[in-house]
């Protein structure tokens, strides 16, 4: 992070009387990660990956930008590492779209004293795309090459630069084979339009293409190009491998240190002002009433132990068990009410990236999903029972570099996906804790209060968000129940692989036509289209399978 200060006096042109892009201005996230109990590998700055020593680096000198294109029609600027540690040596250039704060980070490399030919320069190196025939707001000329690879290396990144000629072959190193993966597009960086061109140039963000828990691809923190016009072989590198082949091995958290990135980064929830529906512990939901169902046994159900331990462990999520609110109705209210005041947050710690990156979810139970409303032009209608389902996940994940510790990006899950976001586009409070907003009733989370639509244009399911009393803090009286690298004992609620509430006990189509008969003419195939649209967790069709059913528990986030 030390970039930011020896970069806002000269990394852009003159902008005379016009306010400064976002990428000019300060993250509001703390500069330094905290202070972390010593101890193995975790934030040593450096990380092994079986013979090639990584570090990252986040000080950068512009080479190039553009103020037209991309996101929000701002540009992109694109950058070289200004130093490296002795011995490292540069793997690529990094790229990042202008409508955010400067917020990025490369990986540098030296070959171990084990392995000292795991790095090689390049024989020479290819023209992907230049800027010279376009007609766009630019500093200068741009010109992005690719290095070309000796035999049984790989390049991993780009060179950028302002002059026609080819670079110095020394300015970067290409990486032996067996240190590589392949890589796919992340997230869209810039392109000469101001929405993705399929059939022109796009600069993305890059990703290993296997990630989770088991995989062991590193990302680069480099951009890819994407050049219609050009060699699609030509203009993509590689990502990095650890070849490291034991969780044991690599520089995870201690379960100290997991405890000091929950007290620094844990974030803080804050409800909607009308929110009825709140979070509560799994223990409290089983000790007030929650009852198992059994298939072809739904006469008797059975009480849950306070820790699920009588709950069927392992299986499948094959319809034979459910759970359920109590059967008295007085119970039952209170039950879907939740109690915010003894609630909790469940964290799970899993390595990401290679075990580059620490990602640490963080669960939020709650005993009930309220219904669903819909804005339909000028109306907003609720959906009745549309919506609702008993027993609701939510989680929210930190990814925490493992190179420092720092915090570099927030998950926000909603719904059936999810939007990750840079560190830098966050809200903060309480120094580094980021601040998620639930939604009414559905509890998707969302980085901003406001009004977030699922459907087109001025109509669709309303996801409202905003800053109400109720709030909390996930750091207090949190819970790890899982450390994928660590002996962690898991409590047996965890293992738990049936539904979290039962399928429903109203007819969805008859819901929908009690709706229509309400509206005109012209609205009911607008919000007909609008249902046919969301997915069916939205609707609550049933209730939702438990944290470790889901893909993102061994996988990477959906986004």
């Known amino acids: 992070m030390g970039n930011m200060l020896k970069l806002l006096g000269n990394m852009f042109m003159k902008r005379n ?28 700055g450096t990380i092994d990956l079986g013979g090639l020593e990584v570090c ?15 996101p929000d ?93 080819k670079p110095s072959l020394e300015r970067i190193r290409c990486v032996r084979s067996d240190y590589t993966e392949i890589v796919e597009f992340d997230r869209w960086i810039w392109g000469l339009k101001n929405e993705i061109d399929p059939n022109g ?36 590198p590689y990502c990095l491998k650890n070849t490291k082949n034991t969780l044991l091995a690599m520089p995870m958290p201690n379960l100290s240190q997991i405890n000091a990135l929950i007290d620094a980064y844990s974030p803080i929830i804050y409800f909607h002002p009308d929110e009825k529906y709140l979070p509560s512990t799994v223990n409290w939901y089983f000790q007030n009433g929650a009852l198992l169902y059994q298939k072809g046994l739904e006469n008797s159900p059975s009480p849950i132990e306070p820790d699920g331990s009588n709950l069927p462990q392992g299986g499948s999520d094959d319809g034979s068990y459910w759970l359920d609110l109590p059967i008295d109705n007085s119970a039952k209210e209170k039950v879907k009410k939740g109690d915010l005041d003894s609630a909790n947050a469940y964290f799970h ?17 709650y005993p009930f999903n309220g219904p669903a409303r819909a804005k339909l032009e000028f109306l907003t209608i609720s959906l009745g029972k549309i919506g609702e389902h008993v027993g609701d996940w939510e ?59 699922q459907g087109n244009g001025r109509n ?3 996801n409202d968000t905003a800053k109400g009393k109720a709030v909390m803090d996930t750091g207090v ?40 008969k309400v509206l005109p003419g012209r609205l009911k195939e607008v919000f007909e289209r609008i249902v046919n649209g969301v997915p069916n967790e939205v609707l609550g069709e049933e209730g939702p399978s438990g944290p470790k059913m889901k893909n993102n528990w061994s996988g990477d986030e959906k986004y």
Request: one cysteine or more.
């Open 395 to 453: 989680h929210l994940t930190l990814r925490v570099s493992n190179f420092d510790g720092s915090l570099k990006s927030v998950y926000f899950s909603e719904h059936s996906g999810g939007t990750l976001l840079d560190a830098s586009q966050v809200e903060f409070e309480k120094g580094n804790k980021p601040v998620a907003y639930a939604s009414l009733n559905g509890h998707a989370f969302y980085s901003k209060p406001g009004l977030v639509l």
């Open 56 to 70: 990252q680096v986040s000080s950068f000198n512009k080479i190039w930008a553009t103020n037209e294109g991309g």
């Open 17 to 44: 009387n016009k306010k400064p892009l976002p990428i000019e201005t300060i993250s509001r996230l703390s500069t330094q990660p905290p202070d972390f109990p010593k101890g193995g590998g975790f934030a040593t």
């Open 460 to 462: 669709g399911i309303r």
């Open 73 to 165: 029609n701002l540009g992109a600027t694109f950058y070289e590492p200004s130093s490296m540690p002795d011995g490292f040596f540069v793997l690529g250039h990094y790229s990042q779209c202008n409508n955010k704060p400067l917020f990025g980070w490369v990986l540098g490399a030296k070959p171990c004293a084990s392995d000292p030919l795991s790095l090689a320069i390049p024989s020479s190196y290819s023209l992907v795309w230049t800027s010279e025939s376009q007609k766009i707001k630019q500093d200068n000329n741009g010109y992005i090459w690719l290095p070309v690879a000796p035999d049984g290396y790989k390049p991993v990144g780009y060179v950028v630069t302002t002059s026609p000629e």
């Open 477 to 516: 009286r949190a819970v790890v129940v899982s450390v994928d690298h660590l002996n962690a004992v898991e409590p047996p609620w965890l293992n738990y692989s049936r539904k979290w509430g039962p399928k429903l006990s109203y007819d969805i189509a008859k819901e929908i036509e009690k709706v229509k």
């Open 201 to 236: 140039l796009n600069v993305y963000g890059s990703r290993p293409k296997d990630r989770g828990v088991q995989a062991m691809g590193v990302s680069t923190g480099s951009f890819m190009v994407q050049n219609t016009g050009g060699s699609v072989d030509v203009s993509l």
């Open 349 to 365: 710690v899993k390595p990401m990236f290679g075990a580059t990156f620490t990602d640490i979810a963080v669960w939020v139970f």
